[in-house]
């Protein structure tokens, strides 16, 4: 008899662990499935950028702030979702939306047709310009006056001042030197290591707001459009996100958080 109910025990022991490995299995693959999906079901909407752009990321004390943060907080609560800002290198900021470790990337990011083998990109929500920083008195007056003259240019690494001064700068005597971030660029020009800094507009006037002897010169360089970045196979993220931002230019909502940042002249 002992034996019998012994029996019964193992039997009734081994089918409640099959039950429990038959629900753990379900569970898994009920979250794998979820993940395939893309963000579907996500919670958090996750924005890699670099935080020294102002005025469209940067920091107040430790939080990231600006003209991108904001836009990128009124999607997420448009959709639903928490946001997260992950404040990584400019020029890892592709690499990281392509395998898939951040959702989105928003940085004052140019749509160009380089970027767009590699990532797609949402309706342009701002304007850019590229500018061009020297210091006060200086002989520079335009890109031509760079161009004929022998100089180094201080750029952000893989932005589009970056692209533009190699390109348009490669046969001639001037050396473009890349930087981390427009900090250090700007830092190297109030060094004396560059003679000029080429970066966008509005960030080159927050540099020369808070860098005394350095000026904006007046004729623009390249005007461009600023978009969200996406991996190409996220259709359903950019999908979602661009139906929501262009709901909030509609409303005008972005056009209040430039505005906030962004003083007309």
Same mark, same amino acid.
């Given at each position: 008899?002992?034996?019998?109910?012994?029996? *019964?025990?193992?039997?009734?022991?081994?089918?409640?662990?099959?039950?429990?490995?038959?629900?753990?299995?379900?569970?898994?693959?009920?979250?794998?499935?979820?993940?395939?999906?893309? +963000?579907?079901?996500?919670? +958090?909407?996750?924005?890699?950028?670099?935080?020294?752009?102002?005025?469209?990321?940067?920091?107040?004390?430790?939080?990231?702030?600006?003209?991108?943060?904001? *836009?990128?907080?009124?999607?997420?609560?448009?959709?639903?979702?928490?946001?997260?800002?992950?404040?990584?290198?400019?020029?890892?900021?592709?690499?990281?939306?392509?395998?898939?470790?951040?959702?989105?990337?928003?940085?004052?990011?140019?749509?160009?047709?380089?970027?767009?083998?590699?990532?797609?990109?949402?309706?342009?929500?701002?304007?850019?310009?590229?500018?061009?920083?020297?210091?006060?008195?200086?002989?520079?007056?335009?890109?031509?006056?760079?161009?004929?003259?022998?100089?180094?240019?201080?750029?952000?690494?893989?932005?589009?001042?970056?692209?533009?001064?190699?390109?348009?700068?490669?046969?001639?005597?001037?050396?473009?030197?890349?930087?981390? +971030?427009?900090?250090?660029?700007?830092?190297?020009?109030?060094?004396?290591?560059?003679?000029?800094?080429?970066?966008?507009?509005?960030?080159?006037?927050?540099?020369?707001?808070?860098?005394?002897?350095?000026?904006?010169?007046?004729?623009?360089?390249?005007?461009?459009?600023?978009?969200?970045?996406?991996?190409?196979?996220?259709?359903?993220?950019?999908?979602?996100?661009?139906?929501?931002?262009?709901?909030?230019?509609?409303?005008?909502?972005?056009?209040?958080?430039?505005?906030?940042? *962004?003083?007309?002249?």
């Amino acid at each position: 008899m002992k034996k019998l109910l012994a029996l *019964i025990l193992a039997v009734v022991m081994i089918a409640s662990v099959a039950v429990l490995a038959g629900c753990s299995n379900s569970q898994t693959t009920s979250s794998d499935e979820t993940a395939a999906d893309g +963000t579907a079901d996500k919670a +958090t909407l996750t924005m890699a950028t670099n935080a020294y752009f102002p005025p469209y990321e940067y920091y107040e004390g430790t939080e990231i702030v600006g003209i991108d943060a904001e *836009i990128a907080a009124a999607i997420a609560k448009d959709l639903g979702m928490e946001l997260e800002i992950v404040d990584i290198e400019f020029d890892s900021i592709i690499a990281g939306v392509q395998t898939g470790k951040y959702d989105m990337g928003m940085a004052g990011m140019t749509v160009t047709e380089e970027r767009l083998q590699s990532v797609s990109f949402s309706t342009s929500y701002a304007k850019g310009i590229q500018a061009i920083i020297v210091p006060e008195g200086s002989e520079i007056k335009n890109f031509d006056d760079i161009a004929a003259g022998e100089y180094k240019v201080g750029v952000q690494l893989s932005t589009t001042g970056d692209i533009y001064a190699s390109e348009d700068l490669a046969d001639t005597k001037c050396e473009v030197v890349q930087y981390q +971030t427009g900090n250090d660029a700007v830092a190297a020009l109030v060094a004396g290591k560059v003679q000029a800094v080429i970066i966008d507009n509005e960030p080159a006037k927050s540099y020369v707001a808070a860098n005394e002897g350095l000026v904006v010169l007046e004729t623009e360089y390249v005007e461009e459009d600023y978009a969200i970045c996406f991996a190409k196979e996220n259709k359903e993220l950019l999908e979602k996100v661009n139906a929501s931002l262009e709901k909030l230019i509609a409303d005008g909502t972005v056009q209040s958080i430039i505005d906030k940042y *962004i003083t007309a002249k």
